[in-house]
């Protein structure tokens, strides 16, 4: 099997993320994310202060959204991750070779991100609730970003 796009992505709190969820295809987002400060000053300018770079070209960090569609016990599951810093594999990667695209080739493989955990939007789409559609973002926090 080569790098393909899966059913699945892994999220988990140890290195080597094992633990699966399925994803919806096509609703990976990477969206990019500068750190900025705004403040106002007693006469009303405004400051804006950004994170830059040794060339001071601004930081920008790229953050991970998917939806998911979940049963009961794996929401629960992902809800106590809030808030935990999580590796992560998006469902572009290889689950069964030893290749630089599959979960074997952690940490040389560019396919793990680390990042911190949170739901943004956390839906039960049937009336038992057996069904949740979620929408998570992993949040990056390489400590080099590109």
């Given at each position: 099997m080569t790098v393909g796009i899966q059913d699945h992505?892994?999220?988990?709190?140890?290195?080597?993320?094992?633990?699966?969820?399925?994803?919806?295809?096509?609703?990976?987002?990477n969206i990019p994310?500068?750190?900025i400060a705004i403040d106002y000053?007693?006469?009303?300018?405004?400051h804006v202060h950004r994170l830059l770079d040794d060339a001071s070209a601004i930081i920008l960090y790229e953050d991970t959204v998917l939806e998911m569609?979940?049963?009961?016990?794996?929401?629960?599951?992902?809800?106590?991750?809030?808030?935990?810093?999580?590796y992560?594999?998006?469902?572009?990667?290889?689950?069964?070779?030893?290749g630089a695209g599959s979960l074997k080739a952690f940490p040389l493989s560019d396919y793990v991100v680390r990042g911190v955990f949170n739901i943004d939007q956390n839906i039960?789409?049937?009336?038992p609730c057996t069904y949740w559609r979620m929408a998570i973002r992993i949040i990056d926090i390489q400590e080099d970003p590109a």
């Open positions: 992505i892994h999220i988990d709190t140890v290195a080597t993320p094992v633990a699966e969820y399925p994803s919806l295809q096509g609703s990976w987002n994310r500068a750190t000053a007693l006469n009303g300018i405004v569609l979940c049963t009961l016990a794996q929401m629960l599951t992902l809800r106590l991750l809030v808030g935990s810093t999580v992560f594999v998006s469902n572009y990667h290889d689950d069964n070779e030893n039960a789409i049937d009336p």
